[in-house]
T-cell receptor
Framework: GENVEQHPSTLSVQEGDSAVIKCTYS??????FPWYKQELGKGPQLIID?????GEKKDQRIAVTLNKTAKHFSLHITETQPEDSAVYFC????????????????FGQGTILTVHP | KAGVTQTPRYLIKTRGQQVTLSCSPI?????VSWYQQTPGQGLQFLFE???????NKGNFPGRFSGRQFSNSRSEMNVSTLELGDSALYLC?????????????FGEGSRLTVL
């Protein structure tokens, strides 16, 4: 089955700095890669995603890159703010074939991001 | 648009008991998935339901079961609870039936087994 490795497990940055979280996946058939942010006491919230036919996607201060050949993808947060502090999870999803897409998300172990004011 | 709603949010059970957790997906979403989150194992897939049928299953013992109703609401049940079942159980919904795969999670049901 799919295996997703995520690094680093903890990341501490100063406000205004950039933060980068990296993930690798094992199943080359995975074709959808979302990133989730989980704040204390809440469920994971989708913040950005990328599909296998795209190499990079950006949404304001957040960007994700995908290297299908190397089977790794990264989350980049620029101009970090204290409210970015949370646990971030990457995931890989295999859509499957056919009109309906049954599959499962395999998550990385998470990165605890702390942004110091 | 209301998000994914899970009930109860917190519950305490003792070993050997059983528990039923409920999930109401986002309106219009037909697929419901369940995940277990623990500090040691992270987020692990339990199962996915679509049109009242289990479409995919993770590597959990048979004590973990679920079902989906015609209105897409879902329940999961854990029988003969063990201490190791203490976790945050997350429900997620998505449209399914197309190219989209975006999963939207609820706040979770935190189960403590004593």
């Amino acid at each position: 089955g799919e295996n997703v490795e995520q690094h680093p497990s903890t990341l501490s940055v100063q406000e205004g700095d950039s933060a980068v979280i990296k993930c690798t996946y094992s199943d080359s058939a995975s074709n959808y890669f979302p990133w989730y942010k989980q704040e204390l006491g809440k469920g994971p919230q989708l913040i950005i995603d990328i599909r296998s036919n795209v190499g990079e996607k950006k949404d304001q201060r957040i960007a994700v890159t995908l290297n299908k050949t190397a089977k790794h993808f990264s989350l980049h947060i620029t101009e970090t703010q204290p409210e970015d502090s949370a646990v971030y999870f990457c995931a890989a999803f295999y859509h499957g074939a056919g009109g309906t897409s049954y599959g499962k998300l395999t998550f990385g172990q998470g990165t605890i991001l702390t942004v110091h004011p | 648009k209301a998000g994914v709603t899970q009930t109860p949010r917190y519950l305490i059970k003792t070993r050997g008991q059983q528990v039923t957790l409920s999930c109401s997906p986002i309106s219009g979403h037909r697929s419901v998935s369940w995940y277990q989150q623990t500090p040691g194992q992270g987020l692990q897939f339990l199962f996915e339901y679509f049109s009242e049928t289990q479409r995919n299953k993770g590597n959990f013992p048979g004590r973990f079961s679920g079902r989906q109703f015609s209105n897409s609401r879902s329940e999961m049940n854990v029988s003969t609870l063990e201490l190791g079942d203490s976790a945050l159980y997350l429900c997620a919904s998505r449209l399914a039936g197309g190219s989209t795969g975006e999963l939207f999670f609820g706040e979770g049901s935190r189960l403590t087994v004593l």
